[in-house]
DNA sequence: CTGGGCGAG
DNA sequence: TCTTCTCGCCCAG
């Protein structure tokens, strides 16, 4: 169809992607094989009697994974419960649902990476894996390297602090590398006279610190992956998992290109960027041309296989990809990924989420009845008004990350969402799996999600203590907040006047039938707040902020490295203040833009009257729900109040 | 800005 | 049986 009526263009010069080897790209994933193994990893970590026994993780009526005593057992992942009880009577299960566990294992790993930039770019993929970019930490260790006394080289971590460091053998690479040649006599010897291999001998070494440290420090085993990008990292990680490190070598024993031999081995579907529907399309394409490429079973089309194809180009591939809604320059983007090139950056970290969200499924018993949503909903909405008291919020003394202590100032909000958005998904009958293509035109209609979003009202942001959830004593007891609503009160309230207008916009049939197999709320659309001077003791919203002065700010995010090493070591356990006096002993790198770190607005407060845009009135607000309300069933609506118990 | 699609784990 | 529970980016209208 389509795909196969593109002709290369014959005469069009194609255009080879040059590799850049200034940056150096560490990427860690922690406790490996897969990324759910981490859930495993996490309950032996709480209790680690289980380490021994066979132990899985439940989601739903599913085995999400299960950790290695299980599968010695013949218990596999993604298993049916049911089945896995068969085989192994005495496994232990835990239930995965509530991923808080996992979120704060992930975010308390992180910090620690996050502490030993220099730069700021740690970027988090998933709950387990992350990028670094430290290719500044790299360039200041390579100018300290003696080359002539590389056996007892020495690493700084601090610029600052020429004893905070380890020691390493500067005449090998620690760990892996790739391709490695064991027959060669220099195996895991360094070229000193190769820049890239110098510099990436470092980067072996501060990845074999890290891993060592998180695994020392925190119990978690990781595989790392040393390269110049993202892509060549990650897929250098893969290479030796679970519990090592591999760092790519740009040239093999034989002076090749080793980049490109080791692209070539992966299926185009290993390549991260290259999902489902890029890899489905290019398929579609080359099968259907060289006769190598045809007849075979199994749709395994390799890197190389891609990359080599007659008339294959970044043009070629933008028109292979193109689709109604396609990303424009994923043709480039895939051509040079064909070329192990990723220009994509390590973001920044962030201190806030672009959004949150909670939801659940019903596969087993979809949801019917309004009642029934509402109950779901309250559920929901409550964990939602938890999560969001959890990840957008701070206490003005910032906690130490060793205590684990949450110290009792008062809260205030990092972020406000201006955005509430409900998705749904009914049970279809028929759900057709994505790989049947649909032949000619007429699109499978692949039940998926549908949404609607309304503006977050503002009353879910009135405060109490942090987390009474987690906490042994009654709530009253610690931190009496002004304005303290619980997290079920505002959940009641946000229901009623925000989600289910929401809900009937989505299924304006009344009574059951509903079928809904989904449910799935949101925040979204983040107005970082100017924390400067704190407006400490009000219930504090949207509007209450005052003015905010940028500049101390901003200053403080970007604490000394003296700072952020401090919090790691073992004898300096003092928590700083988090808005310290003024605090300017290095100034903070020129060339960081708060405006590049992240897509999140600044949230400017404004200094007296309310303006129109937000902060919104909650009683033009209540009154819209009312107008809805009115031209909606009144006995629907009673239903949908109702508290249906189980 | 909204609603959907895709890609990641 | 494409499963679970997310998060982020990008697109068109």
């Known amino acids: 169809m389509r795909t196969t009526s593109l002709t290369p263009k014959i005469a069009k010069q194609i255009k080879i992607p040059k590799r850049n080897d200034d940056r150096i790209i560490l990427h860690f994933v922690c406790s490996a094989f897969d990324y759910d193994c981490f859930y495993a990893s996490v309950f032996e970590n709480e209790n680690p009697s289980l380490k021994s026994q066979p132990l899985g993780i439940k989601q739903k009526s599913i085995l999400a994974t299960c950790n290695y005593v299980a599968r010695a057992r013949g218990v596999k992942k993604l298993m049916l419960i049911s089945e896995a009880q068969k085989i192994c009577p005495d496994l232990i299960l835990m239930n995965g649902e509530d991923l808080t566990r996992f979120r704060d294992v992930s975010k308390k790993l992180w910090a620690f990476l996050r502490a030993h930039s220099w730069n700021r770019r740690v970027e988090r993929l998933g709950l387990d894996e992350v990028f670094l970019d430290v290719t500044d930490i790299i360039a200041y260790n390579r100018e300290l390297l003696n080359v002539h006394a590389l056996g007892t080289s020495f690493f700084q971590l601090d610029r600052n602090d020429p004893v905070k460091g380890f020691a390493f053998d500067g005449s090998r690479f620690y760990g892996c590398t790739q391709p490695d040649d064991k027959l060669r006599a220099d195996r895991g010897l360094v070229d000193v006279e190769n820049p890239l291999c110098v510099r990436l001998m470092l980067a072996s070494h501060l990845a074999g610190y890290l891993r060592r440290k998180l695994d020392e420090d925190f119990g978690y085993t990781s595989s790392g992956g040393i390269s110049t990008n993202k892509l060549l990292a990650k897929l250098a990680g893969n290479v030796n998992k679970p519990n090592n490190q591999t760092t790519l070598l740009a040239k093999g024993g034989d002076g090749a290109d080793a980049v490109e031999a080791f692209m070539d081995t992966h299926s185009i579907r290993k390549v991260p960027g290259i999902g489902s529907r890029i890899a489905q399309l290019m398929e579609e394409y080359l099968l259907s041309r060289p006769a190598k490429l045809r007849d075979r079973e ?7 296989e891609a990359r080599r194809c007659p008339g294959m180009s970044s043009d070629l591939l933008e028109q292979i990809l193109d689709r109604p809604g396609a990303e424009r320059g994923s043709g480039e983007k895939v051509w040079n990924f064909l070329h192990g090139v990723d220009l994509s950056e390590v973001k920044e970290a962030s201190d806030v989420p672009t959004q949150i969200s909670i939801e659940d499924t019903y596969m087993s018993r979809p949801l019917q009845t309004p009642a029934e949503v509402n109950q779901e909903l309250h559920t929901l909405a409550t964990s939602l008004i938890r999560r969001m008291r959890v990840d957008l919020t701070e206490a003005e003394i910032k906690p ?4 684990n202590t949450t110290s009792c100032g008062t809260p205030h909000w990092l972020a406000y ?7 749904t998904r009914t049970k279809s009958k028929q759900s057709i799996p994505a790989s049947s293509t649909s032949t000619n035109g007429a699109e499978v209609p692949n039940f998926s999600r549908s949404s609607r979003s309304a503006p977050l009202p503002s009353f879910v942001f009135q405060f109490s203590p942090p987390s009474p959830s987690t906490s042994s004593l009654p709530s009253t007891s610690t931190c009496p907040s002004p304005a303290t609503l619980s997290c079920e009160e505002i959940a009641s309230r946000l229901v009623t006047e925000s989600l289910l207008p929401l809900f009937r916009r989505l299924h304006p ?10 449910l799935n709320i949101c925040v979204t659309n983040m107005v970082l707040v100017a924390r400067d001077e704190v407006n400490s003791g009000s219930g504090s919203g949207p509007g209450s902020g ?3 002065a940028p500049g101390r700010d901003i200053s403080r995010m970007f604490r000394t490295q003296e700072d952020k090493l401090r919090e790691w070591t073992v004898y300096d356990t003092s928590p700083f203040p988090a808005s310290a006096a003024p605090h300017p002993p290095s100034a903070p790198p020129s060339d960081i833009d708060i405006n590049t770190t992240s897509n999140l607005i600044r949230y400017t407060a404004p200094t007296g009257e309310s303006t129109d845009g937000y902060p919104r009135d909650d009683e033009a607000i209540a009154d819209l729900v009312m107008m809805e309300d009115e031209d909606e069933d009144e006995e629907s609506d009673a239903q949908f109040q109702g508290r249906r118990l189980p």
Do not use: E
């Open 400 to 403: 130490t990350v060793q205590s």
């Open 509 to 518: 049939s009344r009574g059951g039938g509903l079928n809904l197999a989904l």
């Open 546 to 548: 005052s003015s905010m």
């Open 298 to 304: 199994g749709n395994n089309v390799t890197i190389g």
């Open 417 to 423: 969402p201006k955005t509430l958005r409900l998705s």
